[in-house]
Structure formats: structure tokens, C-alpha cells
């Protein structure tokens, strides 16, 4: 496909009636978030780990929320105080640009736990986080199924990265967490991004086509992601755009773009402007 596929990816975007985006890491990558993909990725992000042999499994683990509540929330409240400064780059508005232009009824899919599509100002009701969201928190035990915005500006010292202050339960005191489904996590409560997948099971229920998914920025590494944009277009009305700097590869008669997010979708748009 090579140099035409951001034309066919334009076609295809055009002649849409339905769009569902999918997201993984890399997207907000092009907003300044950092890429976490293997220990070195980890480490740029966060150099203070490196002498204690710390990575990304190790530091996003649930149980640090009870044996050592500081230093859990000295990763998680620095990544809030990120998430929360970082403004979406323009790919976010070329995707909504797309939908008003093109009258495309449309869901987000995303592993990404920042809200940047919220921010950028994707509508609640359309969105799908399936880890969960660090702007909301629920109870470390849990004592109850209750999940609550996180409100809170937690101060961490990043000399060694441990938060000196940190949100608790309102209904029983214990520590709270945020509702992140993390590695070896056993207490996540999911009520949350199952009424998300209830409106998007919904929404995939009354799909009219053609149906385009457009797949940002998501690895094979946890495939979550790529698995769902594939079944999502194995009907013979629907294409799967998959925007990818390393991997790229798509399936058969799937379009295929190796390049970041936002250089995707400004490719992709050029060639609309264009025409």
C-alpha cells in the first residue's frame, strides 16, 4: 500500500457512515506523554527507578497502595499531576473535525487511563476506558463497590519519588487507590468500565455502515486493543486504519500506516483538504 495509504485511508474516512477510534500508549505520546514500552522506555520517564531495578510492572502493582501507600502514590500522583497539565495534541481535534464534517457516529476505545479524549473534548458517553481511569479512585480494601472523581492534588517528592499526603476512603478511612486495573490486581473494581462497555455493546448493536476504525498508537505487547479493532471489521463494509510506528502491520486488505498518531491523521487530513 505504501505511499497511497493515506489516500485510501482518506477514502475510507469520506465515505464512512460509523467510526469507532481505538487507542493504546501511543497516542498521547505526541502530546508529551511518556512511552513506557519496555524498562528503558521506563526509565527515560522515570530515571529515579533505575538504581532500585524498578520498572513499570513493578511500580504500577496495587499492592504498594497497602504495604506502602507513599511510595504507590508517589508514581501515581506524579502520572496525575502529568496527565492533568498535558493539553491533547491537534490529532484530537482532527478526529472530531472528521465526525462534525462527515455527520460520523462514533466511540472511543482506549487502554489509555490519562482522559485525554475527555479533555480534548470527546463526550463521556462515547468513551470506553477498559483500564479503568486515574481521575477516578475507589477504596484500597475495597469496603464497598462506591468509585469517586479524584479531586485531589497530591504532592510528591521527586527526589524520592514518595507522595507526601494521599486521598482515603470517605466511607471507612483506609487508603484510597485509583481505579486502574494494574498487574496481579485482584481488588479492581470494574463497575465503571462495564457500564462503558454496555454503551459501547449498545452502540456496536445499531452500527450502520460502513463502519471505519481507526487504531492509534496500540502494541502488541498487551494486544487488548489490536485484538478489538480486528474483530470490529470483519464485516465486508468496514476497514481498520492502524496507525503505528513500529507496528504497522495489518491485516489483509486493512490499511496500514508506520508513522506516529498526529503525523498519521495530518497525513490523512491532507489528503481530505485536498480534494
Given at each position: 500500500m505504501g505511499r497511497q495509504a493515506p489516500a485510501i485511508a482518506a477514502a475510507a474516512v469520506r465515505g464512512a457512515k460509523t467510526l469507532v477510534i481505538t487507542?493504546?500508549?501511543?497516542?498521547?505520546?505526541?502530546?508529551?506523554?511518556?512511552?513506557?514500552?519496555?524498562?528503558?522506555?521506563?526509565?527515560?520517564?522515570?530515571?529515579?527507578?533505575?538504581?532500585?531495578?524498578?520498572?513499570?510492572?513493578?511500580?504500577?502493582?496495587?499492592?504498594?497502595?497497602?504495604?506502602?501507600?507513599?511510595?504507590?502514590?508517589?508514581?501515581?500522583?506524579?502520572?496525575?499531576?502529568?496527565y492533568r497539565q498535558t493539553e491533547p495534541h491537534e490529532g484530537f481535534g482532527l478526529l472530531r473535525t472528521w465526525i462534525a464534517r462527515y455527520a460520523l457516529r462514533t466511540f472511543v476505545v482506549t487502554s489509555n487511563v490519562d482522559g485525554q479524549f475527555q479533555k480534548a473534548g470527546f463526550s463521556e458517553e462515547t468513551i470506553l476506558e477498559v483500564h479503568g481511569s486515574i481521575h477516578h479512585l475507589q477504596c484500597t480494601v475495597p469496603c464497598s463497590s462506591r468509585i469517586w472523581e479524584h479531586d485531589q492534588d497530591i504532592f510528591v517528592d521527586y527526589t524520592t519519588m514518595r507522595?507526601?499526603?494521599?486521598?482515603?476512603?470517605?466511607?471507612?478511612?483506609?487508603?484510597?487507590?485509583?481505579?486502574?486495573?494494574?498487574?496481579?490486581?485482584?481488588?479492581?473494581?470494574?463497575?465503571?468500565?462495564?457500564?462503558?462497555?454496555?454503551?459501547?455493546?449498545?452502540?456496536?448493536?445499531?452500527?450502520?455502515?460502513?463502519?471505519?476504525?481507526?487504531?492509534?498508537?496500540a502494541g502488541t505487547t498487551i494486544p487488548t486493543i489490536r485484538h478489538l479493532s480486528q474483530r470490529l471489521v470483519r464485516g465486508s463494509d468496514s476497514r481498520l486504519i492502524r496507525i503505528n510506528p513500529r507496528e504497522a502491520q495489518a491485516p489483509?486488505?486493512?490499511?496500514?500506516?508506520?508513522?506516529?498518531?498526529?503525523?498519521?491523521?495530518?497525513?490523512?487530513?491532507?489528503?481530505?483538504?485536498?480534494?
Open positions: 487507542a493504546g500508549a501511543g497516542m498521547g505520546v505526541d502530546s508529551g506523554l511518556p512511552d513506557f514500552r519496555g524498562p528503558q522506555g521506563f526509565w527515560r520517564a522515570y530515571p529515579m527507578y533505575q538504581p532500585l531495578g524498578i520498572d513499570f510492572i513493578d511500580a504500577a502493582n496495587p499492592g504498594h497502595f497497602e504495604s506502602d501507600p507513599g511510595f504507590g502514590w508517589g508514581f501515581y500522583g506524579h502520572r496525575t499531576r502529568l507522595a507526601q499526603d494521599y486521598p482515603h476512603c470517605p466511607h471507612c478511612g483506609a487508603v484510597a487507590r485509583p481505579n486502574i486495573l494494574m498487574f496481579g490486581d485482584y481488588t479492581w473494581l470494574g463497575k465503571r468500565s462495564a457500564c462503558q462497555q454496555q454503551r459501547f455493546e449498545h452502540f456496536l448493536a445499531n452500527v450502520k455502515g460502513p463502519l471505519v476504525v481507526i487504531e492509534l498508537g489483509h486488505g486493512q490499511i496500514s500506516l508506520a508513522m506516529g498518531a498526529l503525523e498519521g491523521l495530518l497525513r490523512i487530513e491532507a489528503v481530505l483538504q485536498g480534494e
